[in-house]
């Protein structure tokens, strides 16, 4: 194989799989990306055995052939080097010769035939969205999900699309808090299908959805789901098992309404949980007619107070919250204002976006 | 096809075919018995077996899954332990994960723990969750020469499949077409082991440790010269235990039958008329309890020292 690229275009393509391609993985074959060019025009494909990519790449191919390269290695060499066009040509035994400008490389890369195969994609039924709607609904709904939870199906993102209600809802949670973020569904999809995305397939998702202004694609299969854009397609396997029946912890009685400048309460929790207990933080709100006050207090440090004005009328309540948890959603959200829907001291919380009924989060109070 | 050809253990292999050809895999295997006899090539193979689509109930040894497992790039297929260390916590934990997630290629997830027994109590406590309700579709296979060392809570949760050790006749059988004069004594160092009976290094290195183990305990050698390192300690140890249980069986049965140095004849009958079967058979039980006590922490060095001094009434 020998081809020419446009540093440019290379550099572009091998940015993409960066945060795939495992730098110190024990199976040597997965810190390599495939390229290859044939028939079908060239690509690099890279897999980490949970995500995998194929992208096209721009080239002049003057002998087709696969070659497995280090990518991270080629990633640095192709920062570095001073020359807008590099041939990348393979040679015997594996050796890859990398040319640009006066500057001459010669990697050692492995048999091709080692790279795993390329999951089956095939038969899958799509839906369509807007890349920045994708990045959105994963955007407000990533940071709930659980990290290294015993209970392997929190730790990633529920797509649940439902044809007859032809909403596509996604959910994320770690059991102590909830987000729910949903958009239309754009094509029609002959069954409901309910699968769960693992963590970092989805921020590697967001940051696909984030590079393109296209539409993209979403496929369900059986063991995968496929995002495809662009020309780009990134494959993930999903978690196994059932995911919680969440809606059973979105409290149904929630009358009392809490309306607040988003940025206001979020710096007013923010500054109150600088002097919590580091291993709870817990900050504690209460509410009263048109004012809350978000406070904490340590017994080896002190205390701190922040109120914020607020649209509330009804009987005064007092709650503890976990201060990162609700950090998190506020800076998650988007809108000018939010609305808490409370009932007391130990139901949880719903937030809102004001106005936005696609999207809300649930927060399990703490003892204050 | 490569199930087929382990020698010696028809029945449990006869056991793993059935399984494969009815697909009713459990999920959890554990694969015992004493080490060298082949349990950890049969759960190798076993687990290309399950991926294979050749054959319904053995591997192929062709396709591109046998292919890819032989060569440890198969994505649904995992294999950690058999090094000399423990298993720790989060190589279980990382297998906890990757079982928690659909198959890569849509087949089963098969994840083989080779010296299942190495895994410290951490470790081992984080498997039990996975266990206990695994995930669909997956199948896990400890293998461990000494199950005893796992902790309960773990062997009940797995399918035993006991390999025991190779009739010394299979072993000839295997071995005339190789070695033709040496089968003979190869069956019987090998002591049941497949694996050590092709060992082209087998008779030399008996004939290195034995007469080295002489030499220091007749002063001709230091210690410290014949010892090559503590890797080296199973070695001397079975060694040791060879030639005492041989000059045992000479002195019990009078006969060169059952022998394993049975090369060494006219040696062990000597050794045997020198000493008296009672403080034989003594030292041999001592050396089996220092052998066991080896996986804490002795230093080796001194028990090799300490193990030529107990050797020396019967082997100057």
């Known amino acids: 194989m020998k081809l020419t690229v446009s540093r440019e275009s290379l550099l572009k393509g091998l940015q993409v799989i960066q945060g795939i391609v495992e730098a110190k993985s024990t199976i040597s074959i997965l810190s390599h990306m495939l390229l290859s060019s044939g028939e079908n025009g ?60 006066r500057s001459k490389f010669r990697l050692i890369g492995l048999p091709e035939k080692d790279f795993p195969q390329f999951p089956d994609i095939s038969g899958g039924e799509s839906i369509t969205m807007a890349a920045s709607d994708l990045s959105d609904i994963i955007n407000k709904t990533l940071y709930a999900t659980g990290d290294n939870d015993a209970r392997y199906s929190l730790n990633g993102l529920l797509f649940h699309a439902n044809p007859s209600t032809g909403r596509l809802v996604v959910v994320g949670t770690d059991g102590h808090r909830l987000a729910v973020a949903s958009k239309d569904l754009a ?20 940051k696909l959805a984030d590079s393109t202004a296209n539409d993209i694609t979403i496929s369900f299969n059986n063991n995968n789901l496929v995002f495809s854009v662009d020309g780009i397609v990134m494959i993930s396997r999903l978690i196994e098992g059932s995911y919680p029946n969440y809606e059973q912890v979105i409290p149904r009685n929630n009358e009392k309404r809490m309306k607040g400048t988003r940025t206001e309460l979020l710096g007013a929790v923010k500054r109150a949980a600088l002097v919590g207990r580091e291993k709870t933080f817990t900050v504690r709100l209460e509410i009263s007619e048109g004012l809350a006050v978000f406070s904490s207090n340590n017994p080896e440090l002190g205390e701190a107070n922040e109120p914020v004005e607020v649209e ?16 998190d959603l506020l800076q998650a959200m988007n809108g000018e204002f939010v609305t808490m829907e409370l009932q007391d001291s130990l139901i949880p919380a719903i937030i809102r976006e004001t106005g936005n009924t696609d999207y809300f989060c649930v927060l399990m109070p703490m003892r204050t | 096809m490569p199930l087929a050809s382990i020698i ?43 991926l294979c689509r050749e054959i319904p109930d053995d591997a192929c040894g062709v396709c591109a899954n046998c292919e890819r497992i032989d060569a440890g790039i198969h994505p649904d297929v995992r294999t950690i332990g058999g090094e000399e260390r423990q298993i720790k916590i989060d190589e279980i934990r990382a297998i906890d994960e990757s079982l928690g997630k659909k198959a890569f290629e849509g087949g089963r997830k098969v994840v083989v723990v080779r010296q299942a027994d190495t895994m410290n109590s951490a470790a081992a406590n984080a498997f039990l969750k996975t266990l206990e309700e695994p995930p669909p579709e997956s199948v896990i296979i400890l293998v461990s020469s000494r199950p005893e060392l796992l902790p309960d809570t773990i062997r009940s949760r797995a399918q035993n499949v006991r390999f025991y050790p190779v009739p010394r006749g299979e072993i000839v059988r295997m071995l005339e077409p190789e070695f033709r004069g040496e089968a003979d004594i190869r069956s019987r160092l090998a002591s049941g082991r497949a694996s050590l009976a092709v060992d082209p290094e087998l008779l030399k290195r008996r004939d290195e440790f034995l007469d080295g183990l002489r030499r220091a305990v007749r002063g001709e050698a230091e210690a410290d010269q014949i010892w090559g390192g503590r890797e080296e300690i199973d070695l001397w140890m079975d060694q040791a235990i060879a030639w005492l249980r041989d000059i045992v069986a000479w002195q019990a049965s009078g006969s060169s039958a059952l022998l394993v140095n049975a090369d060494r004849e006219r ?38 020292q300490y193990i030529l001094m107990r050797l020396a009434p019967v082997l100057r």
């Open chain 2, 267 to 304: 040696e062990i009958q000597a050794a045997a008329s020198r000493s008296n079967i009672k403080a034989v058979s003594s030292l041999l039980s001592e050396i089996y309890r220092v052998k066991e006590l080896l996986r804490f922490n002795l230093n080796k060095q001194i028990t090799f």
């Open chain 1, 312 to 327: 509330y009328s009804g009987e005064p309540l007092t709650l503890g919250f976990n201060a990162r948890h609700t950090v």
């Open chain 2, 8 to 50: 010696g253990q028809d029945r449990t292999i006869a056991l793993l075919r059935g399984i494969l050809r009815r697909n009713i895999a459990a999920h959890c295997y554990l694969f015992s018995g004493e080490g060298g006899i082949g349990k950890t090539q049969a759960a190798h193979e076993f687990a290309k077996a399950l």
């Open chain 1, 42 to 101: 060239t690509t690099i494909s890279a897999t980490d055995l949970e995500i995998a990519v194929r992208e096209p790449l721009e080239a002049a191919v003057h002998s087709t052939g696969s070659a497995c390269i280090p990518a991270k290695k080629l990633y640095e060499i192709v920062r570095e080097i001073n020359s807008q066009e590099i041939t990348i040509e393979q040679l015997e035994n594996n050796w890859i010769n990398i040319t640009g400008g």
């Open chain 1, 187 to 206: 094509a029609s999809l002959s069954e409901e299908r309910k699968v769960i995305l693992p963590r970092k397939a989805a921020s590697e998702a967001r």
